[in-house]
């Protein structure tokens, strides 16, 4: 069960081993654009390609939707990037359900693990396949893969390397569970954190805050849903940034969301120095480097 790209590679490791798989349910055929046709979600399409059955799923919790499962009787669920799941549907498989979720839980429970462990600056992140149960990301733990973050890593850079990170535990857990030598283990509570979804609300940026503390902010929301900020009246999109180094004067010393140019170079006034710009986007334009903005715009605005 799945629906984005990212659980494609699953699909794929479970496809290419011994196990078999008995149906694909995935969220139904989509728009893309007004005028386009539905289109399938990722894993349909790789469903399709496989010649594997597939599911539409319009209602998780209905009867027809148990109805056909249980003509199944399926071993085993296996979830990635889908939907939360009524009790009556984890209880159908004999062996019972997992899913694979993109962060080191109890860390960063929630639809954006990825986007909030580099938000918070974490050197470390990972995948965890785990039981369901009732609640969302809080059932037993079966197994966890590793992987650090680079300073300067994005969400989407990070999330590429997640994907083919967690099909590979997946494929480990689940041959745990057919062999009977999975060890469950149950989390610890008081160590969750949240991470729920992004919206335009809680992904403006805050010039008043520590450049670092900006830059994680920055690259945890690029490619989607991106840093924000309003140059005068207009709504700026910042994709990526860089702490400024010792290259950088210290003469250059600005207020929070005050610009200023040096070496072409575009620079924005933090809480605790200056922090380089280097891509951004107004409205009805394409990406611009730093030095393109500073060529082009004027640094009289602030940042805010």
Same mark, same amino acid.
């Given at each position: 069960?799945?629906?984005?790209?990212?659980?494609?590679? +699953?699909? $794929?490791?479970?496809?290419?081993?011994?196990?078999?798989?008995?149906?694909?349910? +995935?969220?139904? %055929?989509?728009?893309?654009?007004?005028?386009?046709? *539905?289109? *399938?979600?990722?894993?349909?399409?790789?469903?399709?390609?496989?010649?594997?059955?597939? /599911? %539409?799923?319009? %209602?998780?919790?209905?009867?027809? &939707?148990?109805?056909?499962?249980?003509?199944?009787?399926?071993?085993?669920?296996?979830?990635?990037?889908?939907?939360?799941?009524?009790?009556? /549907? @984890?209880?159908?498989?004999?062996?019972?359900?997992?899913?694979?979720?993109? +962060?080191?839980?109890?860390?960063?429970?929630?639809?954006?693990? /990825?986007?909030?462990?580099?938000?918070?600056?974490?050197?470390?992140?990972?995948?965890?396949?785990? &039981? @369901? %149960?009732?609640?969302?990301?809080?059932?037993?733990?079966?197994?966890?893969?590793?992987?650090?973050?680079?300073?300067?890593?994005?969400?989407?850079?990070?999330?590429?390397?997640?994907?083919?990170?967690?099909?590979?535990?997946?494929?480990?857990?689940?041959?745990?569970?057919?062999? $009977?030598?999975?060890?469950?283990?149950?989390?610890?509570?008081?160590?969750?954190?949240?991470?729920?979804?992004? &919206?335009?609300?809680?992904?403006?940026?805050?010039?008043?805050?520590?450049?670092? $503390?900006?830059?994680? &902010?920055?690259?945890?929301?690029?490619?989607?849903?991106?840093?924000?900020?309003?140059?005068?009246?207009?709504?700026?999109?910042?994709?990526?940034?860089?702490?400024?180094?010792?290259?950088?004067?210290?003469? @250059?010393?600005?207020?929070?969301?005050?610009?200023?140019?040096? $070496?072409?170079?575009?620079?924005?006034?933090?809480?605790?120095?200056?922090?380089?710009?280097?891509?951004?986007?107004? *409205?009805?334009?394409?990406?611009?480097?730093?030095?393109?903005?500073?060529?082009?715009?004027?640094?009289?605005?602030?940042?805010?």
């Amino acid at each position: 069960m799945g629906s984005p790209d990212f659980a494609v590679p +699953s699909l $794929d490791a479970l496809y290419h081993s011994h196990h078999r798989i008995l149906a694909v349910a +995935s969220n139904p %055929d989509k728009r893309r654009g007004r005028r386009s046709r *539905p289109e *399938p979600t990722d894993v349909k399409k790789r469903a399709l390609e496989l010649g594997l059955p597939v /599911i %539409d799923v319009e %209602d998780v919790k209905s009867d027809t &939707f148990e109805t056909r499962l249980r003509e199944l009787a399926p071993d085993l669920l296996v979830v990635v990037a889908f939907r939360i799941l009524p009790a009556h /549907i @984890l209880a159908v498989p004999r062996l019972g359900s997992v899913n694979l979720h993109a +962060s080191l839980l109890p860390k960063y429970r929630g639809a954006a693990p /990825i986007h909030h462990a580099i938000m918070q600056g974490e050197q470390e992140t990972g995948c965890t396949v785990f &039981f @369901l %149960d009732e609640k969302v990301d809080t059932g037993e733990i079966i197994g966890q893969a590793k992987t650090d973050i680079g300073p300067d890593e994005t969400t989407g850079e990070v999330y590429n390397r997640l994907k083919h990170l967690g099909a590979e535990l997946l494929l480990e857990t689940v041959q745990e569970i057919a062999d $009977d030598t999975a060890k469950p283990v149950k989390q610890n509570h008081s160590a969750a954190t949240p991470a729920p979804k992004l &919206f335009s609300e809680n992904t403006r940026i805050d010039f008043s805050e520590k450049s670092t $503390d900006i830059h994680n &902010f920055i690259r945890g929301l690029n490619p989607f849903p991106v840093a924000w900020c309003k140059y005068g009246d207009q709504k700026m999109n910042i994709y990526l940034s860089r702490p400024a180094g010792s290259e950088v004067p210290e003469s @250059l010393k600005l207020s929070p969301g005050e610009l200023a140019a040096h $070496d072409s170079r575009l620079f924005a006034g933090c809480g605790d120095g200056v922090l380089e710009l280097l891509v951004v986007q107004l *409205p009805g334009t394409k990406k611009m480097t730093g030095t393109e903005f500073v060529n082009g715009y004027g640094l009289d605005k602030k940042l805010s």
